[in-house]
């Protein structure tokens, strides 16, 4: 299939573009570069010894949008392009509902135009709030958003749903991660944080460089076994192969549907921290900080029904996850910016 990839020079997209080459798919990227390098791509490229078409320009460009659309003949699109930093969202709720809701839109405008109707989009476990219930299934009513980023995802799964409803011939596939980590095994495309990370992985990749003193645990008196937050860890290789299942599902035709992609397993913070220091030989120095604001005790999901319907399983386990975290952050300890 010839698969149009919107954020594909990021951290998911870049791996999924891998294993959609690897499949045998044709790649067309789109990518604004604000949260990315194009070098990633050339790295990408690398790795499968293939070659991806790419588009410097944003999503909510209707031009550049139609240009591809001309000028390849698209079979699906895979939807990752965003903002995704929860603690900016915050700040700045303009930009990220404008930029994640209204590309989205002009997409779905230019895709309807050019009778495109295959849609997979990344959602994520943050349109569950705090969950009802754990272990989360699809059936989980979704939640109270607690950051703005989180709305644009719950908001943007209505959108696609209301389209669907309104017109049955599209296909749509909501994916709602889980908690991405890891990198590709050669160590030449990985997560490649501005400033200081906000998410757990690469903050302790940072911290056994040295590159940061110790890590920060917040909060040890949840309700949990070892009263640090429990979450869902899922390798972002696995993540990528969802993907391309996903594809197979989407060529099936039949509608929308919803699946939540994780192990199903939760570990705690510091079951990550001590994995880490397994995997590595590293020991990762920490302190115990107050809570942050919005985090939930804990998000694991039953990932049974993506097994059942698209023959998908997550396979990493979390010391694999851990090694090959580290193998990238040695190999690129200032991101794309470092010679290759
Ligand atoms: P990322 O920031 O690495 O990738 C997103 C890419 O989209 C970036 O390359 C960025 O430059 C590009 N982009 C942003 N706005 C754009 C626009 N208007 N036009 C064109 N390109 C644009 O993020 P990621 O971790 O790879 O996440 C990919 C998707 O998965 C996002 O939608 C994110 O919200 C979602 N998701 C991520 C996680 C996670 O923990 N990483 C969890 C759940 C869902
Ligand atoms: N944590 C720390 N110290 C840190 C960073 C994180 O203790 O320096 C803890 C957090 O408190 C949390 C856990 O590590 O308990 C995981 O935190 P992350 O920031 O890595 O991930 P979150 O679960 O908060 O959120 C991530 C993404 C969201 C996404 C969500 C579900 O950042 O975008 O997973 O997919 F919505």
Redesign the pocket.
């Known amino acids: 299939m010839k698969i149009l990839v919107t954020g594909g020079a990021g951290y998911i997209g870049t791996h999924t573009c891998v294993e959609l080459l690897e499949a045998g798919h044709e790649v067309i990227v789109i990518d604004n570069l604000y949260n990315a390098n194009e070098q990633a791509l050339h790295n990408v490229e690398l790795i499968t010894g293939k070659k991806l078409q790419f588009y410097n320009g944003d999503i909510a460009d209707e031009t550049v949008l139609q240009r591809i659309f001309e000028e390849h003949t698209i079979d699906c699109c895979i939807h990752f392009a965003g903002l995704?930093?929860?603690g900016e969202s915050v700040v700045k709720p303009l930009e990220y509902y404008d930029n994640n809701i209204s590309g989205t839109l002009c997409l779905m405008r230019v895709m309807g135009k050019y009778q495109v109707k295959n849609m997979i989009f990344s959602s994520?476990?943050?349109v569950y709030g705090n969950p009802a219930f754990v272990p989360i299934t699809e059936e989980c009513p979704k939640g109270i958003c607690t950051n703005p980023?989180?709305w644009t995802?719950s908001m943007i799964e209505q959108i696609l749903m209301d389209i669907y409803r309104a017109d049955p011939s599209w296909n749509i596939l909501l994916l709602?991660?889980?908690?991405?980590?890891g990198a590709h095994k050669s160590g030449m495309i990985g997560e490649n944080p501005n400033g200081i990370?906000?998410?757990?992985?690469p903050?302790?990749t940072q911290v056994a460089a040295g590159m940061r003193d110790h890590?920060?645990?917040?909060?040890n008196d949840y309700d949990t076994p070892d009263g640090?937050?429990?979450?869902d860890y899922i390798h972002v290789m696995d993540l990528a192969r969802g993907h391309v299942k996903a594809l197979e599902k989407i060529q099936k035709k039949d509608g929308l549907a919803i699946y939540n992609l994780g192990t199903g397993t939760g570990c705690s913070?510091l079951d990550?921290v001590r994995n880490f220091e397994q995997a590595t030989g590293v020991k990762i120095a920490y302190t115990f900080?107050p809570?942050?604001a919005?985090?939930?005790a804990a998000?694991y999901c039953d990932p049974s029904k993506a097994e059942r319907e698209l023959g998908w399983k997550a396979e990493c386990d979390i010391l694999e996850m851990c090694a090959d975290a580290w193998k990238w952050q040695q190999s690129h300890p200032n991101g794309f910016a470092d010679v290759q």
Do not use: H, Q, W
Not at 176 to 181: A, K, L, V
Not at 215 to 219: A, E, M, S
Not at 228 to 231: A, H
């Open positions: 995704k930093a929860v994520s476990a943050a980023y989180g995802k709602r991660y889980f908690n991405p980590i990370p906000n998410n757990l992985m903050y302790i890590l920060g645990i917040f909060g640090t937050c429990i979450r913070v990550v900080e809570r942050r919005g985090d939930i998000c």
